[in-house]
């Protein structure tokens, strides 16, 4: 989007947030909000719009990692894993996933 790379962040936030929220079953529009708003270090936003596209459509992976990402960078690592484990749960069949939280839980040590 041009708006992010001029600098104008604020503009596109508010003309996607519109567009997300005259379209509130896009879950690729939500997500795109969370993106926008953590880029622009509203981490609040963006954690209640990834958790919207999540809502909106839980078979979407990439809102999942999305979330998790914003949550690693906040160091709130127990929602990180609970984050993969509900992907997990909507796709069991993933290697991907499988591997991510081995690593996430071995990294952690016993609970």
Known sequence: MLDQRDGRVDQSLARVS?????APKDAGLARLVGDIA?????ADIA???Y??????DPNQLESYGRLA???SAQRRSSEVVRT???????NPKSGELHLVLGILKET???A
């Open 84 to 90: 993969y484990e509900a992907a997990l749960a909507k």
């Open 69 to 71: 990402g914003l949550l």
């Open 108 to 110: 952690q040590g016993p």
């Open 47 to 49: 954690e209640t719009s």
């Open 38 to 42: 953590w880029r622009s270090g509203r």
């Open 51 to 56: 958790q919207r596209a999540i809502e909106i």
């Open 18 to 22: 519109a567009a997300a929220k005259a």
